[in-house]
């Protein structure tokens, strides 16, 4: 995951810190004019290096490339990714200004005496120190936006994803952890109290991925929070076949109706995706709502407690994805 190996980000104090003991040390292993010009040079480096690694570390968000349309929605729902951002670039900028003044105080460190050397180089450390401060504030974001973003799970944009959405009970966890070797492995996501199913499985020699949604993609879009929709935002990107679950006997708790009305939102939202409706429980087609069902049109039926049709499904949903690895070969 792209987040996942950002360093910690020092604090304009400890970024300071160090850049001043270290110069210090440099500085009493010389004497005169050299030990001035050690100093500033430590100090300078260090700043300048530090504020820079803290910048490249971050892949870049203006390449789809290096952050996939997924993740930057998901980064988004999570922090402000213009703000970090901004932070970033402002962090940048002030490595450029350590050694900006770094190349304006040297020559005044040369052919003088060590007494004005020494009062130049304090100056130059004044400033420096100055600079630091003033991106103080996009050191701390920078690096609140790393704690909250590294632990965004596993989940690989590139690989062809089914998502199952609907309603809680219906069954989707079954599915995922029927058809994949999941066994019940979830991710927690800053934004779901629930975890995110994950699974998969391997058909013609490619990995799928299967992704379960509860807390996201289970009730209606007006019940989403802001982070809610932004993260549903997201697995538009993500998915490249939608597989809507519905319980036609509403013993999941929830009526057809309301099943229905999921179906059609998630249908509008993910008008790019092929959508699948799959009505389970056929093993309690007796209690199911048959005055709905025609309106339904699901598109299989299926029962995982009766292992009745869940491999047609797969099929189907696979068939959806219609994914054509990329072949070193073909250009
Ligand atoms: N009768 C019957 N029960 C089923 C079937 N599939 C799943 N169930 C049951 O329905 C209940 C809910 O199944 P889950 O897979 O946990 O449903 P879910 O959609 O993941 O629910 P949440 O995680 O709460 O959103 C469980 O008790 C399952 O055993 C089926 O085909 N027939
Ligand atoms: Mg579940």
Redo the contacts with the bound molecule.
């Keep these: 995951m792209i987040f996942e190996d950002l360093p910690t980000t020092p604090t304009s104090e400890e970024l300071i810190d160090k850049a001043f003991s270290r110069a210090a040390r440099a500085g009493k292993a010389k004497g005169g004019l050299e030990a001035q010009q050690s100093m500033l040079q430590t100090a300078a480096n260090i700043i300048s290096d530090n504020l820079e690694n803290v910048v490249t570390a971050w892949p870049d968000f203006d390449y789809e490339d290096d952050v996939h349309p997924f993740y930057y929605e998901l980064a988004d729902a999570i922090v402000d990714v213009d703000k970090l951002r901004q932070s970033l670039s402002e962090v940048m900028w002030a490595s450029r200004k350590a050694r900006e003044i770094h190349e304006e105080y040297q020559p005044r460190l040369r052919k003088t005496d060590t007494d004005t050397a020494r009062k130049h180089r304090k100056q130059a450390f004044a400033r420096l120190a100055d600079i630091v401060e003033q991106v103080d504030d996009e050191l701390l974001y920078i690096n609140k936006s790393r704690n909250d973003l590294r632990d965004l799970p596993e989940i690989n944009p590139e690989e062809p994803t089914i998502v199952v959405a609907?309603y809680?009970?219906?069954?989707?966890?079954?599915?995922v952890n029927g058809v994949t070797n999941a066994r019940g492995e979830t991710a927690s996501y800053p934004f779901t109290t629930?975890g995110i199913g994950l699974g998969h499985f391997e058909h013609d020699h490619i990995r799928y991925q299967l992704v379960?949604t509860?807390g996201l993609l289970?009730r209606p879009p007006a019940e989403r929070n802001e982070i809610e929709s932004q993260a549903v935002s997201a697995i538009e990107h993500l998915a490249d076949c939608m597989l809507v679950?519905v319980d036609p006997s509403g013993?999941?708790g929830y009526p057809l109706e309301s099943q229905l009305e999921l179906r059609d939102s998630i249908a509008a939202q993910f008008e790019t995706v092929p959508v699948l409706t799959v009505a389970?429980?056929t093993?309690?087609r007796e209690v199911w709502d048959e005055d709905l069902l025609g309106e339904l049109d699901a598109d299989y039926e299926?029962?995982?407690?009766?292992d009745e049709n869940v491999e047609t499904v797969l099929e189907a949903a696979i068939e959806a994805v219609d994914y054509e690895p990329e072949l070193p070969f073909e250009q």
């Design positions: 609907g809680p009970n219906v069954g989707k966890s079954s599915f629930k379960d509860p289970d679950m013993e999941c389970n429980k093993d309690r299926m029962s995982i407690e009766a």
